[in-house]
């Protein structure tokens, strides 16, 4: 890699974690919740590829995993106690908000897509799309069985 694509490789990175921390700041996250969910998956991943673009694209799916949730309303995304019916269903939009938002990155189209499906079930019951029964999520299910141990897809 020269030089200049290195610098601009920097500086994307320290954008992408600035805009999430900027979430996790706005959401009352403790410890970096948006790094933690990033890691975890990339090692993970290494177990399955050796390919730097796809791990590339891992890490910044599960980086960017919530940033869906910059459009959620401060009185749904900081709610103290359960959501109600409506408010749930605002909610559970900030998967495609986020996949607008990534998917506009170029060269960051399989992270969009993670994104996307990061919180789609093995059994169906996750969403925006409820697929079931899908292993061809592309890192999506990584950040799934991170957050949720339970979740197998392997």
Wanted: aromatic share 8%.
């Amino acid at each position: 890699m020269n030089v200049e694509a290195d610098i601009l490789e920097r500086a994307d990175a320290a954008f992408a974690e600035a805009l999430v921390e900027a979430l996790d700041i706005r959401e009352h996250e403790a410890g970096d919740h948006s790094k933690r969910v990033a890691c975890h998956p990339l090692v993970l991943a290494r177990r399955f590829t050796a390919d730097t673009e796809q791990l590339r694209q891992i890490y910044w799916g599960a980086l960017l995993h919530d940033i869906g949730k910059i459009g959620i309303a401060d009185a749904i995304l900081l709610k103290q106690g359960a959501l109600n019916e409506d408010e749930w269903l605002e909610m559970r939009t900030h998967p495609e908000k986020g996949h607008r938002i990534v998917a506009q990155i170029p060269g960051m189209e399989k992270a969009a897509e993670i994104v996307l499906s990061h919180e789609e079930r093995f059994d169906g019951s996750g969403y925006p799309c409820g697929l079931c029964g899908r292993t061809d999520l592309f890192g999506g299910e990584t950040v799934c069985r991170n957050r949720y141990p339970g979740c197998h897809y392997f």
